[in-house]
């Protein structure tokens, strides 16, 4: 499975970004696709995620509400839609995936990462 996010670059506080990761390669059967963040020297923190059983999601409770998860093009692209950014949401996001359901909540349970997309939100 290759993974490739895009959509990231700057943002205002209180603006919307969209972001995409294309899948490629294996994309059939039960799997779920992640989303994580990363702030420079932090750890890889969970967003959120769809499941292929039926398009199930989970989110975060720290995004719950302003983040969302969708996919399109026969799930071949999924969607996070950010709203209502903040400075605090600054980091580089990564897509991931898994051939597990339902959908995992930790980053050493997905088997395969895209490169990553700056988001940078200013105050």
């Known amino acids: 499975v290759q993974l490739v996010e895009s959509g990231g670059g700057f943002g205002q506080a209180g603006a919307s970004l969209r972001l995409s990761c294309t899948a490629s390669?294996?994309?059939?059967?039960?799997?779920?696709i992640g989303w994580f963040r990363q702030v420079l020297g932090k750890q890889r923190d969970f967003l959120g995620g769809?499941?292929?059983?039926?398009?199930?999601?989970a989110y975060a409770d720290s995004v719950k509400g302003r983040f969302t998860i969708a996919s399109a093009d026969a799930k071949a692209t999924l969607y996070l839609q950010m709203t209502d950014l903040k400075p605090a949401d600054t980091a580089v996001y990564y897509c991931?995936?898994?051939?597990?359901?339902?959908?995992?909540?930790?980053?050493?349970?997905?088997?395969?990462w895209g490169q990553g997309t700056q988001v940078t939100v200013s105050s």
């Open positions: 390669g294996r994309t059939f059967g039960t799997y779920t």
């Open positions: 769809i499941s292929s059983v039926g398009g199930t999601t």
């Open positions: 991931a995936a898994v051939f597990a359901v339902p959908v995992p909540q930790t980053e050493a349970r997905y088997d395969f």
